[in-house]
């Protein structure tokens, strides 16, 4: 089959992106257990990591917003944020849009927390990414994001 102008015909371009999907699963579940090792002498799952990563990235969050983001259960979410409350890594704030569903923000200890993960993880990936141009790393941004815009909004609760 011929490669079009606007790219790939149906049939290769569904075996391409099984591809991916086939990679990206093994890669998850690696990279997962990876974090959790390296973290475990800090005490933080991959669940908490998640969390403080969110409002380092995003700011104060509701554990619903959250959970849409990650797409996983508010419940799973709630559990997860507990675990870093009780840590002493976020904090509940008053959340002047929603009385019932507080705003979870960083404190300086999980902000200083999720900074030395990032740092951690940074050198990994500044040795694992060495000799990918800039240009790769956009047309890999560019398919997974179509790929997660595909598989649209998914009710976990």
């Known amino acids: 089959m011929k490669e079009s102008d606007s790219g790939l015909v149906s049939e290769e371009l569904a075996d391409r992106l099984t591809e991916v999907f086939d990679l990206v699963g093994p890669l998850y579940r690696r990279t997962q257990r990876k974090v959790e090792h390296d973290m475990s002498a800090d005490g933080l799952s991959v669940g908490v990591r998640a969390v403080l990563s ?27 944020v507990n675990d870093a409350a009780a840590r002493g890594l976020v904090e509940f704030a008053p959340n002047p849009a929603h009385k019932r569903s507080s705003l979870i923000r960083l404190t300086e ?6 900074t030395a993960a990032v740092n951690r993880e940074r050198v990994v990936l500044r040795q694992a990414g060495e000799g990918l141009t800039g240009t790769e790393i956009d047309a890999c941004l560019r398919v997974l994001t179509c790929l997660l815009e595909a598989m649209g909004d998914v009710d976990l609760d």
């Open 109 to 114: 200890q999980g902000q200083a927390a999720i």
């Open 54 to 80: 969110l409002l380092r990235q995003h700011g104060p969050m509701t554990a619903p917003q959250m959970a849409r983001a990650q797409a996983l259960s508010r419940q799973f979410v709630q559990r997860m």
